[in-house]
């Protein structure tokens, strides 16, 4: 061959191979391994994965302490004055800290996403508003977790913080309900522990509206791309 032919040659591979490549990151599954191309209401279905691993693994564990409870009284080494109180298991409320498995999720997550830095966060939420979840009819305390602690009587009204879509609303094992809200560039809100709740999977929400009334321990959370953001620094007082 000519020199000529090798460089056309040349060039018609290397064409071919690049053409390939981008039929193959556009339409197909492999995109969203990339970093940083992953779609928002993905994020918030990992979001809602984790949240209903979460109950589930809260109701195994009362399942489990019951009936080692039971086991332990029909082989007699609890004594049958103390039966009154077989029923009580004591665990902990997952929405105090967070398990294992949600440790890990997010460290997963973030492995995957690892371009898409917290700090864009505050860049993300130029021109957003957030609100108040209680208003002035409650105040909100800090948690470990970065979430907030709702601080008011039972059945006070928590609000949605900004317009959105809401992706999940499902009961733990301990009856209350978990609401999770997608909102624009890639924005989640979390509101667990409300004992009555007034949105369904699917609805659209505006900033403010209610979502529900709180139980003994309601709590909100923010996230932006599977990491967890301080609330505090950006819900208006």
């Known amino acids: 061959m000519t020199r000529a032919q ?36 993905l994020r918030a279905d990992y979001l809602s994965a984790a949240v209903k691993l979460d109950s589930l693994e809260f109701a195994a564990g009362q399942n489990a302490a019951y009936i080692n409870n039971i086991a332990s009284l029909l082989r007699g080494e ?12 004591a665990i902990d409320d997952s929405l105090l800290a967070a398990s294992d498995a949600e ?28 609100a108040s979840p209680v208003g002035s009819v409650a105040s909100m305390e800090p948690l470990p977790t970065k979430g907030l602690l709702v ?10 913080i900004y317009r959105g879509t809401v992706v999940s609303a499902t009961i733990g094992a301990d009856g209350y309900t978990t609401v999770t809200v997608q909102h624009p560039n890639d924005f989640v809100s979390v509101y667990g522990g409300l ?14 509206q209610r979502l529900g009334y709180a139980g003994d321990r309601a709590t909100v959370e923010m996230w932006h791309k599977g990491t967890a953001l301080d609330p505090m620094e950006y819900i208006l007082p």
């Not at 056309?8 to 339409?27: D, G, H, I």
């Not at 039966?83 to 298991?89: F, L, N």
């Not at 690892?114 to 130029?126: D, G, Q």
């Not at 004992?195 to 699917?202: A, L, P, S, Y």
């Open 151 to 160: 601080k008011g009587p039972r059945n006070t009204p928590v609000s949605v």
């Open 195 to 208: 004992g009555e709740v007034f949105v369904d999977r699917g609805d659209r929400v505006a900033a403010g």
């Open 6 to 41: 090798v460089w056309l040659y040349s060039f018609s591979a290397f064409a071919v191979a690049v053409l390939f490549v981008w039929v193959l990151t556009a339409y197909t599954p492999v995109r969203r391994l990339l970093p940083g191309v992953l779609p928002g209401d």
């Open 103 to 130: 440790r890990q999720f997010v460290r997963s997550y973030e492995s995957q996403e690892r371009f898409n830095l917290s700090v864009l966060a505050p860049i993300a939420a130029e021109g957003m508003v957030f």
């Open 78 to 89: 609890v004594a049958s004055d103390d039966s009154a109180v077989v029923h009580e298991v």
